[in-house]
């Protein structure tokens, strides 16, 4: 992940942190703990994971720690004039035999996961709509997927 795609997005996700302007997000941001931690990570079965990165502390803790996870999600909506993080993702990750080896909700932007080398389909779910995906995990790697849906008629934005 490249920290000039970490903060612009942060600086136009004033919605998703608690309804805050992007300037008031870029304000706080100046703030920022770097000692910052990832949220508690969870287990669905084998596979440990962790969901979150809201508030730029919180989001630069995930940056930090996506190296760590052999797959690191990232889910945004359109906007102007940049892409804006966007939260309560359904995921559901199945492997080759099409065996679920996730099924989560998003707490955040990020979602990490710690799964075996194979290939994966991943669909994520916001308001309905529905995105798919597929990541390659290989061993010592972390494979970055984006899922970005078109901006909402209604105006959501995390």
Not at 9 to 16: E, K, N, V
Not at 26 to 44: I, N, T, W, Y
Not at 100 to 128: E, H
Request: hydrophobic share 40%.
């Amino acid at each position: 992940m490249k920290l000039t795609r970490f903060t612009l997005a942060l600086l136009s996700a004033g919605a998703l942190c608690a309804g805050t302007s992007a300037q008031a997000a870029s304000a706080k941001a100046a703030k920022v703990d770097p000692a910052a931690k990832l949220p508690m990570e969870s287990a669905q079965g084998d596979v440990r994971y962790v969901t979150g990165g809201v508030g730029h502390g919180e989001a630069l803790a995930f940056e930090r720690a996506e190296k760590s996870y052999p797959l690191s999600l990232e889910f945004a909506m359109k906007a102007r004039p940049r892409e804006e993080f966007v939260a309560d993702v359904s995921v559901s990750i199945r492997d080759a035999n099409g065996k679920t080896s996730l099924d989560a909700k998003s707490q955040g932007p990020f979602l990490l996961a710690k799964l075996p080398a194979g290939r994966y389909d991943i669909k994520a779910t916001m308001d309905g709509k529905t995105l798919e995906r597929h990541a390659t995990v290989v061993d010592g790697k972390s494979a970055h997927v984006s899922f970005v849906w078109p901006q909402a008629a209604s105006g959501r934005h995390g």
